[in-house]
């Protein structure tokens, strides 16, 4: 196995989308080889407090609440701190440093709180991104009335990930044709 080529998938929840008070909720990761085969993959609930809760803003406070996340967190007994060190671990054992890119969904989001509150991780992972929501931009804009992916509507972060690895896989069979 080419370590050099594998993908590194992540996903963050987090309390709302104002990043100058956004905290990680959940964080998953799915480590893929180039042709889109899992390889592994780990999520984590992060321990927060109900206090803490109180900055959650409404969108994430009705979904995160529906999908029983919150009532995870509560309980949860990781922290970031041990998230990060366990997802290390599983980007060493697959992948070497800063040659695998970050892949997802809307991924600014979920670079800005690496960079914030996993900076190991982030430091591992290579510059360069591959986001989804790129391509599903190209693919609306470029294309006249084109089929649409059905996504669901979970919001986990485990979910999420593997959502956008078949998300690509169908821009690969409709859009980038010579992929």
């Given at each position: 196995?080419?370590?050099?080529?594998?993908?590194?998938?992540?996903?963050?929840?987090?309390?709302?989308?104002?990043?100058?008070?956004?905290?990680?909720?959940?964080?998953?990761?799915?480590?893929?080889?180039?042709?889109?085969?899992?390889?592994?993959?780990?999520?984590?609930?992060?321990?927060?407090?109900?206090?803490?809760?109180?900055?959650?803003?409404?969108?994430?406070?009705?979904?995160?609440?529906?999908?029983?996340?919150?009532?995870?967190?509560?309980?949860?007994?990781?922290?970031?701190?041990?998230?990060?060190?366990?997802?290390?671990?599983?980007?060493?054992?697959?992948?070497l440093p800063r040659r695998s890119p970050l892949c997802g969904n809307s991924l600014f989001y979920d670079k800005y709180l690496l960079m914030k509150?996993?900076?190991?991780?982030?430091?591992?992972?290579?510059?360069?991104?591959?986001?989804?929501?790129?391509?599903?931009?190209?693919?609306?804009?470029?294309?006249?009335?084109?089929?649409?992916?059905?996504?669901?509507?979970?919001?986990?972060?485990?979910?999420?990930?593997?959502?956008?690895?078949?998300?690509?896989?169908?821009?690969?069979?409709?859009?980038?044709?010579?992929?």
């Amino acid at each position: 196995m080419d370590k050099s080529t594998n993908l590194v998938w992540i996903d963050i929840e987090g309390t709302g989308l104002d990043l100058n008070i956004a905290l990680p909720l959940e964080i998953a990761v799915i480590i893929t080889d180039k042709n889109l085969k899992v390889l592994d993959s780990a999520s984590f609930v992060i321990h927060r407090s109900k206090r803490s809760l109180s900055i959650l803003e409404d969108w994430p406070k009705k979904h995160l609440t529906d999908n029983k996340l919150l009532s995870e967190v509560v309980k949860s007994k990781i922290t970031v701190k041990s998230a990060q060190t366990q997802i290390l671990k599983l980007l060493k054992k697959h992948c070497l440093p800063r040659r695998s890119p970050l892949c997802g969904n809307s991924l600014f989001y979920d670079k800005y709180l690496l960079m914030k509150y996993l900076p190991k991780v982030f430091d591992f992972l290579h510059y360069r991104i591959i986001d989804i929501s790129s391509l599903k931009e190209l693919y609306f804009r470029l294309n006249t009335n084109p089929p649409k992916f059905a996504k669901s509507e979970n919001h986990r972060a485990l979910d999420d990930i593997h959502e956008s690895i078949t998300e690509l896989k169908f821009y690969q069979s409709n859009f980038l044709k010579t992929v």
